[in-house]
């Protein structure tokens, strides 16, 4: 049996846990969220490797501020827009190829992963899913088109200043790529990478699309190696409803893995600690 005192010592401690579990979950879903950067397609703003802040109040509040996304959230918060240029983060539904060969692989023969899959359900989550972070190219009302490897923007070619030689680590191969800045019609620079020269990438030449109200298109800054808004029927446009926020701040960056976090502190990237994204 516990004494009066232990008990009370006790309470004071679960509540205390509790708090600090609402604290973090108030900060995750109203204030910051990390994530991690998995692929090139924002290079070289973004890394691979990349660990960034997330200003969930920067857009607006909604099901998809929230783990899982549940369906019995409805509505949206509105507290501001994006401008042409900002780096945005997004949710971004997918249907499996092969929905039970995925499932049943993992940890435990993928008991996990389906226990995972049938409380997403319970909740009304999109069965699948992916957070994407691009740039926002086009706003509603706005006519883009890629001609010859150079965007479009309401008919007008967007100007661009060679930078210099940039190389590239992409699936185990390496290239030098060529470095632009890229000048947004609202005046705002940010850099953007070719791999191949313009005109011969796949999605360098495209028919001119009209962003629909209350939909963005968004693109990677590696424009040759980026799954975007211009691959329309895997991507298209984004709905204001799936956006999260919009990256602040990098707080980590390392060149191994994220599977490998041994390693993580012996393949620091210093110089990009606490860099500020544009």
Request: aromatic residues 14%; contains cysteine.
């Amino acid at each position: 049996m516990f004494s009066k005192k232990e008990k009370s010592t006790k309470k004071e401690t679960l509540w205390g846990y509790l708090g600090a579990i609402a604290l973090v979950l108030g900060i995750h879903i109203f204030i910051y969220q990390p994530f991690t950067i998995p692929t090139g397609s924002m290079t070289p703003t973004l890394l691979v490797g990349d660990f960034i802040f997330v200003r969930k109040f920067a857009y607006a509040y909604s099901r998809y501020s929230v783990f899982f996304q549940p369906k019995f959230i409805r509505g949206r918060v509105e507290l501001g827009a994006p401008k042409c240029g900002d780096i945005a983060v997004f949710f971004h539904p997918y249907v499996l190829q092969n929905e039970a060969q995925f499932y049943d692989r993992g940890l435990f023969n993928g008991a996990f992963s389906r226990k995972l899959r049938s409380f997403r359900k319970m909740i009304g989550a999109p069965d699948e899913g992916v957070n994407y972070v691009k740039r926002v190219i086009g706003l509603p009302g706005d006519r883009i088109q890629m001609i010859e490897g150079r965007l479009h923007i309401n008919g007008k070619k967007l100007p661009i200043e060679l930078k210099g030689e940039y190389p590239l680590h992409e699936d185990g191969a390496f290239y030098v790529a060529k470095l632009y800045e890229e000048t947004l019609p609202n005046g705002k620079k940010h850099a953007i990478l070719k791999t191949l020269d313009f005109g011969k990438a796949r999605l360098d030449n495209t028919v001119e699309w009209t962003v629909p109200q209350g939909h963005y298109f968004m693109m990677g800054d590696n424009r040759d190696n980026s799954a975007d808004s211009r691959e329309f029927q895997q991507v298209g446009f984004v709905s204001k409803d799936k956006l999260i926020g919009t990256p602040d701040l990098i707080f980590f960056s390392t060149e191994a893995k994220w599977y490998e976090p041994h390693k993580w502190l012996f393949a620091l990237r210093y110089k990009r600690l606490l860099n500020v994204t544009r």
